[in-house]
């Protein structure tokens, strides 16, 4: 049987979807806020599942119950050092985990089977070290340099703003995808250039492959039939 396209969507797609509605729903972010998936950090090798951009970066770490905590371990030092706040968005069974790795201390939420998402404790006003200057381009940090010099107040929003900029076409194209109604699963994709063309191969693959399969199951009859 060939795959739809709604059948590609994976676990984490689902839970993003489920952490962003808890953001507008608790109004942390406004529909058209600058939103980014999958945010490489500099060149540390790690990234985040979602970042949100305000005046401050906001790094979200989503787990899903087909996941597993392997990589937390080497996640965790960029997500305090790159951003000012930290979220673990979990399914309940990573719990035990996460606290074993000091995790739980910070901001945690549980993603729940039912669409719902509960917090675990008072969030704290900022929980990293937000040193979001490592993370831009040596072409980003000229202009910073060149527009806001060190002790200037507006120098760390202006800094974020640097590197969203490059976000911003995809942000707008998934809340203008979105409009006014709950996000879905299947709407993650448009917040990233290669998500819409790896699943465009994912299901041409399958396409291929249930080709494939025909062929061999209509030249067996016809060989078997001609024996």
């Known amino acids: 049987m060939v795959l739809g396209a709604s059948e590609l969507i994976s676990a984490e797609d689902r839970a993003k979807a489920q952490v962003i509605n808890h953001l507008l729903s608790t109004k942390r972010i406004k529909r058209g806020d600058l939103i980014a998936t999958e945010f490489v950090f500099g060149d540390s090798g790690s990234r985040a599942d979602l970042v949100v951009f305000s005046d401050v970066l906001v790094g979200i770490e989503i787990k899903s119950k087909k996941d597993n905590l392997r990589r937390v371990p080497s996640q965790i030092g960029s997500y305090y050092e790159f951003c000012s706040d930290v979220i673990f968005a979990v399914a309940p069974k990573h719990l ?16 729940l089977d039912d669409g719902d998402v509960r917090e675990l ?25 060149r527009d806001t010099p060190c002790g200037d107040k507006r120098r760390f929003a202006y800094a974020v703003s640097l590197i969203s900029e490059r976000f911003v076409a995809s942000s707008s194209q ?37 080709q494939w399969e025909d062929w061999n199951v209509a030249a067996d009859r016809f060989f078997g039939a001609v024996g």
């Open 96 to 111: 035990s985990g996460l606290g074993m790795m000091g995790v739980l201390t910070e901001d945690t939420w549980l993603l």
């Open 174 to 210: 998934f809340w203008k995808h979105v409009g006014r109604r709950k996000v879905r699963a299947s709407d993650i994709a448009m917040l990233s250039r290669f998500r819409v063309e790896r699943q465009e191969q994912a299901l041409m693959a399958e396409r291929q492959k249930q």
């Open 121 to 145: 404790g008072n969030r704290p006003a900022s929980n990293g070290k937000g040193n979001v200057e490592a993370v831009l381009t040596r072409q980003q940090l000229q202009k910073l340099n």
